[in-house]
């Protein structure tokens, strides 16, 4: 139990260091004649297959010396709400003029029908609870398993994931440290509105194969949502353990991989990922942080918000027959590179190495003038290593530089669709014979590479 409470506290610190809103916020004003409420979210665990119905509660508290009315209650789905309300003995969508006295709390119960059987459902289903007291209204959130799902709510996971059934993360689910999770091929993963699947300290194992990638997208299943970036967070390995990518397909998150430091233990990679294509993100790609290493093979990033990839404060890479694109609508470059960080808020600059800096056999392109930036700091004590091979690379200034070998400058790759995610090539693409021979025997698709190999995770 002691490191549930751990874990939980570091991801609250991760969430509010990277953007994500918690669902309770704080009321401004006269804190007199306010609520308070036993939770801030009402979740309905239980999975329906045929017609459910469950009821539970929560406790609405005055803790004022005095009796606070409660002017309005209203559930905010009204009539076609699937939940319905009882509070204080009434069972109405709007209830009006409750007081509470001093010091003194009541319930409220909670119930859900649902008739899976008689229509598509989304996998998860939200309303709230809206309590006015003072002109100030206060929510507490309703949320239920709308159909036959494992589903994950700030838990603790390993072992291996059954696959028989999709996964929906909701909130995070979490791998405490030591631990190993293994997620099958063919696993379907949804994740709700800034879920994330968090690796602390831990080992996680994506075991897709082609033709039965593991899919991470959003719980938003309409047409409409579809090319919709940023639906949830992604996954976030927090100084984890030697893990690997396999045949995934991460669309429409915010990031695909966040990786922040590096296992002290671990003197090889932090992940390895190979034949997988993450697109569509709001921000980033993959983000390697504070000194986390990353082998990818055959690996296609694009269409990303900001970066298809980003090192910052250091970090190791080596990306051999990748396609590191942009394409998107971002006004930043495919591939940003820094060893340091100035954190604006102590004033300090963070310093790290790069002991390993490698692109071979890649494509790093896009619609702007320039799609790789690098800015290092060079210091005592700081190594920066780098060697970019066989490469097609675009970028306004041609560099000299001994670390670049064998690299084609600004020419157009000849992609078939970048609009519709589409990088097959033509025939009389430069990518085609362009490279060299290394471990990466097939492709993406599992074709076998010639000799001399085509650039890029794709083989004519």
Known sequence: MKKKYSIFLLLTALLFLTGINSSCSKIKGNSKGHLNFSIDTLVFDTVFTTIGSTTQQFKIYNNENKPVQIDEIELMGGANSPFSINIDGEAKDFIKNITLRANDSLFAFVEVNLNVNSQILPLIIEDSIRFRTNGVDQYVKLTVWGQDAYFHYKDLNEGTWPNDKPHVIYGYAGVDSSKILNIQAGTKVYLHKNALLY?????????????????????????????????????????ARASTIDYAIMKNGTSGVHLFGNDPSNPGYTLTMTNTRIFNPSRYGVFIYSGAKVKAENCLISRCGTHALLVLEGGDFNFNHCNLVGYGNSQSPAVGISNFYNDYITGTTNVGSINEGKFYNCVIAGKLGTEMAIDTLQMNGVSLNFDFRSCLIRSETVYNDSFYQNIIWNVNPLFENTAQGDFIYQAISPLTGAGFASSVLNDIFGNPRNNPPDIGAVEL
Do not use: C, P
């Open 199 to 239: 690796i602390y300290k831990s080992t996680l194992n994506i075991n897709g194969t082609l033709g039965n990638e593991v899919v991470f997208q959003g719980d938003r299943l309409e047409s409409m949502y579809q090319e919709v970036a940023g639906q949830y967070y992604g996954i976030y390995f927090h100084q």
